[in-house]
């Protein structure tokens, strides 16, 4: 194993940047669509594929990131749909209450049960129903990723700023605060991209080796496969289950915590694909 980092200080501590807010990062909600694709069936596969003619990779996996690089190709609209991309309990547990902690629909949950009504409404604008479908794609997978759903006041773990010892190169925007193989992050991005991508395994490979296990990801029928309200729950209640903030809120961490956590973030990508799989079946199948 690879040796322990040792505390660092403070004083660099106030330095690291906070990250985007993608939930899994590039790879992660690929693999999502990925995975979702192989499980659909003949009417929505046929479905997708008339409302993604035309898309550079009109593929689930191929739109799958498009909801996060609007904030690059649409500055506006990523501002404006920014709240889709989480939901936060602001009366601490995991009990959500749409009224208080999703006002207008504003957070993951409603937007998805919007987009979905966009997208099965055949009446709207071939246009809308894409975006709708797109949307959905990527929201089903930040749904799933528990910094998305939680309780806490730092922004889904954006603001737990945490030094990580890894042979992983960041993604270019964080190049600048890998130093001597020690990486200043936050616990959103180790969730976003580095428990994943310490794997070192490409799209294809890597969703070959997800698609190998058992299908579905839990016991089946699940009551949940299309209740996005409760996926946020599963979300929320994993964060102290499974320990994802490190034991007294250590801000150092190392390989042994991304393979701690790796097959909780497997689990969790699976469960989006099948969901994802689901959710389109029963809406444009």
């Given at each position: 194993?690879r040796?322990a980092?040792?505390?660092?200080?403070?004083a660099?501590?106030?330095?690291?940047?906070?990250?985007?807010?993608?939930?899994?990062?590039?790879l992660?909600?690929?693999m999502?669509?990925e995975l979702?694709?192989?499980h659909?069936?003949?009417?929505?596969r046929?479905?997708?594929?008339?409302?993604?003619a035309?898309?550079?990779d009109?593929?689930?996996?191929?739109v799958?990131?498009?909801?996060d690089?609007?904030?690059?190709?649409?500055?506006?609209?990523?501002?404006?749909?920014s709240?889709?991309?989480y939901?936060n309990?602001?009366?601490?547990?995991c009990?959500f209450?749409?009224?208080?902690d999703?006002?207008d629909g504003?957070?993951?949950?409603?937007?998805?049960e919007?987009?979905r009504?966009?997208?099965?409404?055949r009446s709207q604008?071939?246009?809308?129903?894409?975006?709708?479908?797109?949307?959905?794609?990527h929201?089903?997978?930040?749904?799933?990723q528990?910094m998305?759903?939680?309780?806490r006041?730092?922004?889904?773990?954006n603001?737990?700023?945490?030094?990580?010892?890894?042979?992983?190169?960041?993604e270019?925007?964080?190049r600048?605060?890998?130093?001597d193989?020690?990486m200043?992050?936050?616990l959103h991005?180790?969730w976003d991209y580095y428990?994943?991508a310490?794997?070192?395994?490409?799209?294809?490979?890597?969703?070959?080796?997800?698609?190998a296990l058992p299908w579905p990801?839990?016991?089946?029928p699940?009551?949940y496969?299309?209740?996005?309200?409760?996926?946020?729950?599963?979300?929320?209640?994993?964060i102290?289950?499974r320990g994802?903030y490190?034991p007294?809120d250590?801000h150092?961490?190392d390989?042994a915590?991304?393979d701690?956590m790796?097959?909780?973030?497997e689990?969790?990508?699976r469960q989006?694909?099948w969901?994802?799989?689901?959710?389109?079946?029963?809406t444009?199948g």
């Open positions: 194993m040796k980092l040792s505390l660092l200080s403070v660099f501590l106030t330095l690291l940047v906070a990250a985007p807010a993608g939930a899994w990062g590039a992660g909600h690929s999502v669509g979702a694709a192989r659909l069936d003949p009417k929505a046929a479905e997708v594929a008339l409302l993604l035309g898309e550079a009109p593929t689930l996996a191929g799958a990131n498009w909801a690089t609007l904030r690059n190709t649409d500055p506006e609209r990523f501002k404006a749909t709240r889709w991309h939901i309990a602001k009366g601490g547990g009990g209450d749409l009224a208080r999703c006002p504003a957070c993951v949950v409603g937007a998805i919007k987009q009504a966009i997208l099965a409404d604008p071939i246009e809308a129903r894409r975006d709708a479908l797109k949307f959905i794609v929201l089903v997978g930040d749904v799933h528990p998305h759903a939680g309780n006041t730092d922004s889904g773990g603001g737990f700023q945490v030094s990580l010892r890894t042979p992983i190169e960041p270019a925007y964080a600048a605060k890998y130093v193989g020690v200043g992050t936050n991005s180790v428990i994943l310490d794997r070192g395994l490409g799209l294809r490979a890597y969703s070959n080796k997800l698609d990801p839990y016991p089946a699940s009551k496969d299309v209740m996005p309200l409760a996926w946020a729950g599963e979300s929320c209640r994993l102290d289950a994802i490190p007294d250590k150092t961490m390989d915590y991304l701690a790796r097959p909780l973030a689990q969790r990508i989006a694909a969901r994802l799989a689901q959710l389109l079946n029963e444009i």
